[in-house]
C-alpha cells in the first residue's frame, strides 16, 4: 500500500465535484512519507477512497489524476493522452493538412494537472509543471509515440524553466525521442518558424489562432500596429488579410529576427512590413504614425494574486494609451494571459481605459482560449486568455 493523504471533515466536497487540487489546509495527516512526485491516495475524513493524484510540497498539496472508479493503472497514461488526442480529432486539427500545429495535453483541461504538450507537424514539444509529470516523462512519450495516425518522430523535453526549482531535479531540455528535421509548422496555410529550444513558452502561442483568424478579416485596408508582436504571427495574419501597413513591436531582438523570418517566408520582401526591437512604451510615445487597428497581447503581467492589483494598473496603463493614440472608427484586439485576472475585472480595466482616454468604444468580440486549450468545467481556473475587440469611436 502506498502514501495516504486523510483529509479534514467536509474538505471533500470539492473533490466530490471533481475540482483537481487538494491544499494544504485541507489535509488532516498523512499515512506514510511520499517524495515529492509520488502517487498517494486521496481518503476522505470517513475513510473513502476519493482518488490518487501527484503529492507536491507547496499550498496545492495534491494534484489529481484520476477519481474513483477510475484507478491509476500502468496503462493511465497510455488511456489519458489517447483520449486528449481524440478530443483533437474531433476538432478538425489531427491531420489536418491547413494546420499541423496544436495542444495536445492542456493540463487539468485534458485531466493531467501539470502537463502541457504541443505538436508542430511530427514533434510533440512537452513541459512538465509538476515533479510527478517530469518523473514520468519517459511514459507520456511512449504513450504519445503509441497514438495512431498521430505520426510523432520526435519529443523535446522543454521543462527546465517550468518543473519547481527548489525539487532538485536539475531538469535539462532535450530530446527524449528522435531529432526534428525542420523546425517549420502550418497554421491556417500560413508558415512559422517554431523556436521550442529557446523561445517563449514551447515556442509558439497556438492559443491565438482563432483570434489571429479573427484579426485577418478586419485588416483588410488598415494601418496595423502589433506590440508584443512575439514572432509576429498577428502581423503575418494582418499582412494576408490585406493590410496598407503593418509594424511589429517588441522589446526582444531575437523575437523581431524571428518576426522578420515569418514575414519573408510567406511574402518575400514585401515593404508593408516593418518590425522594430524596442520597449512598447517608448516606441509609443515617440512614434507619429496613424494607425486603425492595434493588437495588445503583452506577457502574463500577474503570476499570482499578490501582485494582481499591480497587474491590473498595467493593463489600464497599456491600454488608455492606446486609446489616446488610436484612430476614430478604429479596432483594438486587446488581451490578458494572466491566469489570475478575472473576465470582469479585464472588462472593466478596458472600461476604465477607455474613460480616461474619453472614447467612446464599443464591444464586438469577447474572446477566449480554442477548444485544443479545453477548459475543465469542474476547474474555472483553467480559463486564463481573456480577450476583447473593441471599435473605436
Not at 506590440?227 to 494576408?240: H, Q
Request: charged letters at 20%; one cysteine or more; hydrophobic letters at 40%.
Amino acid at each position: 500500500m502506498g502514501s495516504r493523504i486523510i483529509l479534514k471533515k467536509g474538505k471533500d466536497q470539492s473533490l466530490l465535484r471533481f475540482h483537481p487540487w487538494v491544499f494544504s489546509g485541507a489535509i488532516a495527516r498523512m499515512e506514510g512519507s511520499p517524495a515529492e512526485g509520488d502517487v498517494v491516495e486521496v481518503i476522505s475524513a470517513e475513510g473513502t477512497l476519493i482518488g490518487s493524484g501527484h503529492y507536491q510540497i507547496g499550498s496545492i498539496t495534491v494534484r489529481m489524476l484520476c477519481f474513483e472508479p477510475e484507478k491509476y493503472t500502468p496503462e493511465y497514461w497510455n488511456i489519458r493522452i489517447n483520449e486528449a488526442f481524440l478530443v483533437r480529432k474531433s476538432l478538425g486539427l489531427a491531420g489536418n493538412a491547413h494546420t499541423n500545429s496544436y495542444r495536445l495535453i492542456h493540463g487539468e483541461g485534458d485531466g493531467l494537472p501539470g502537463l502541457i504538450v504541443d505538436i508542430y507537424d511530427t514533434t510533440a514539444v512537452m513541459q512538465a509543471h509538476t515533479v510527478g509529470m517530469y518523473l514520468n516523462r519517459m511514459s507520456i512519450a511512449e504513450a504519445i509515440l503509441a497514438i495512431p495516425d498521430a505520426k510523432i518522430t520526435a519529443i523535446y523535453d522543454k521543462s527546465s524553466t517550468t518543473v519547481p526549482y527548489n525539487a532538485g531535479l536539475n531538469a535539462v531540455d532535450g530530446y527524449l525521442v528522435g531529432e526534428s528535421l525542420s523546425t517549420w509548422a502550418t497554421e491556417n496555410d500560413l508558415q512559422f518558424s517554431i523556436d521550442w529550444a529557446e523561445g517563449q513558452k514551447t515556442g509558439f502561442f497556438i492559443d491565438q489562432r482563432e483570434n489571429r483568424m479573427l484579426l485577418e478579416k478586419y485588416s483588410k485596408g488598415r494601418n496595423v500596429l502589433n506590440m508584443f508582436c512575439y514572432s509576429g504571427a498577428f502581423s503575418v495574419y494582418a499582412m494576408r488579410g490585406g493590410a496598407n501597413l503593418v509594424h511589429s513591436v517588441d522589446s526582444s531582438k531575437r523575437a523581431i529576427e524571428f518576426t522578420n523570418a515569418n514575414m519573408e517566408k510567406n511574402f518575400g520582401q514585401d515593404n508593408r512590413h516593418q518590425a522594430f526591437a524596442e520597449d512598447v512604451f517608448n516606441y509609443f510615445r515617440k512614434d507619429e504614425e496613424k494607425y486603425n487597428l492595434m493588437i495588445l497581447d503583452p506577457p502574463a503581467f500577474a503570476k499570482h494574486n499578490k501582485v494582481l492589483g499591480n497587474a491590473l494598473q498595467g493593463y489600464k496603463r497599456l491600454n488608455t494609451i492606446a486609446f489616446l493614440k488610436i484612430e476614430p472608427r478604429s479596432i483594438l484586439f486587446t488581451f490578458s494571459c494572466s491566469q489570475v485576472v478575472t473576465k470582469e475585472q479585464f472588462r472593466n480595466t478596458i472600461f476604465t481605459a477607455a474613460a480616461i482616454a474619453g472614447r467612446k468604444v464599443r464591444i464586438l468580440h469577447q474572446l477566449s482560449q480554442p477548444g485544443d486549450h479545453p477548459i475543465n468545467i469542474y476547474h474555472p481556473e483553467g480559463e486564463y486568455l481573456k480577450g476583447l475587440v473593441v471599435y473605436v469611436e
